[in-house]
T-cell receptor, first 113, second 114 residues
Framework: GDSVTQMEGPVTLSEEAFLTINCTYTATGYPSLFWYVQYPGEGLQLLLK?????DKGSNKGFEATYRKETTSFHLEKGSVQVSDSAVYFCALSAGSNDYKLSFGAGTTVTVRA | DTEVTQTPKHLVMGMTNKKSLKCEQH?????MYWYKQKAKKPPELMFV???????INESVRSRFSPECPNSSLLNLHLHALQPEDSALYLCASSQPGQPNEKLFFGSGTQLSVL
């Protein structure tokens, strides 16, 4: 079945450091890919998404490119802030009409001042 | 209004209690979801309602009973729970045409079963 594998961390960084969280997927067909973020004590929020190969999703300085050849959707940010401390989930949807999201295990990121 | 509101935020219940979790949204979304999230784990889908009809039940035990009384409200009725059911219960909503275009999540109900 469809699945997502992401580095689990935890990841600890200093402010203004470069962040990358690896995410790879296994799927039949042409899935949509997402990054969700969960701040402490809150629900998940959509951070960015990509629906086809070579699409780049971006939001709040974060970027991820849908790479079909490497089945990857790595999350990157050039300069992190303390406020980026959160848990990041990579997720996959088999199709646009699919109600189910397959989530990765989540990566806890802590940014220190 | 782009919020999904869940009540209560915290709930402690005994194994013989009956309680309900509530979820409300006013974004006009016609798909609503219940997820269960254990600590340091990803959310797990429990139920999906589409146009107020149960669309997906991920083989959830009968001690969890969902209800969608109208297009804005979603309830989860709890009865005879076990301690392993302690978790964060998240409600979410979306447009049913492209359900995973964007899911809006509530902040969750942190449930403890004693």
């Amino acid at each position: 079945g469809d699945s997502v594998t992401q580095m689990e961390g935890p990841v600890t960084l200093s402010e203004e450091a470069f962040l990358t969280i690896n995410c790879t997927y296994t799927a039949t067909g042409y899935p949509s890919l997402f990054w969700y973020v969960q701040y402490p004590g809150e629900g998940l929020q959509l951070l960015l998404k990509a629906t086809k190969a070579d699409d780049k999703g971006s939001n709040k300085g974060f970027e991820a490119t849908y790479r079909k050849e490497t089945t990857s959707f790595h999350l990157e940010k050039g300069s992190v802030q303390v406020s980026d401390s959160a848990v990041y989930f990579c997720a996959l949807s088999a199709g646009s009409n699919d109600y189910k999201l397959s989530f990765g295990a989540g990566t806890t990121v802590t940014v220190r001042a | 209004d782009t919020e999904v509101t869940q009540t209560p935020k915290h709930l402690v219940m005994g194994m013989t209690n009956k309680k309900s979790l509530k979820c409300e949204q006013h974004m006009g979304h016609r798909a609503m979801y219940w997820y269960k999230q254990k600590a340091k784990k990803p959310p797990e889908l429990m139920f999906v309602y589409s146009y107020e009809k149960l669309s997906i039940n991920e083989s959830v035990r009968s001690r969890f009973s969902p209800e969608c009384p109208n297009s804005s409200l979603l309830n989860l009725h709890l009865h005879a729970l076990q301690p392993e059911d302690s978790a964060l219960y998240l409600c979410a909503s979306s447009q049913p045409g492209q359900p995973n275009e964007k899911l809006f999540f509530g902040s969750g109900t942190q449930l403890s079963v004693l």
